[in-house]
């Protein structure tokens, strides 16, 4: 049986292996998983984690199958004019291929968006080749970017959830 928890502390060694798992998959280049477990380490150590779940600076949720956890989201409310939300990761294990559980983990951060008044949610993609079907069929709206910070591997994607009245 699939089902989405909110992460505590205790899951976040998890976390990490997750990540690191996801983006050891995605190359065979020695140079660049030497990259990727020093980004793995700086983003996703124990004590940064912990510190993040315990502080509600990010909010973590997990998708749980046959009692394991194979998938994570996590997500930062701004409360600006208007409320919204920020998709900051969403990595998936090869075994949830085709279980659609990077939807029901996106769906869950609209309900929690929703509950606590937000507006709108947020994702950057950054070398978007899959991830922005997904977002599509899920209502998301690529958005025009005028900043020169922003390359052209990188799309900001936005869905709105609720009725606001400034942009």
């Known amino acids: 049986m699939e089902y989405i928890r909110k992460a505590t502390a205790a899951d976040a060694e998890r976390i990490r292996f997750i990540a690191e798992h996801c983006w050891l998959l995605a190359s065979s280049n020695t140079e660049a998983q030497k990259a990727i477990k020093q980004m793995i380490h700086d983003f996703y150590s124990y004590g940064k984690l912990t510190n993040e779940i315990n502080s509600g600076i990010s909010v973590f949720l997990l998708a749980i199958d046959e009692e394991l956890a ?6 930062t409310f701004k409360n600006n004019a208007v409320i919204s939300c920020e998709l900051n990761a969403l990595y998936c294990l090869p075994v949830t291929q085709g279980k659609r559980l990077d939807e029901l983990l996106i769906n869950e951060v609209i309900k929690n968006t929703i509950a606590v008044g937000g507006a709108k949610i947020f994702v950057l ?36 959830i609720g009725i606001f009245l400034s942009e």
């Open 70 to 75: 194979v998938a994570f989201t996590s997500y």
């Open 125 to 160: 993609l950054t070398h978007y080749n899959g991830q922005v079907g997904l977002f599509e069929r899920l209502g998301f709206e690529p958005l025009k970017m005028n900043d020169p910070e922003f390359d052209s591997e990188m799309l900001v994607m936005r869905k709105n």
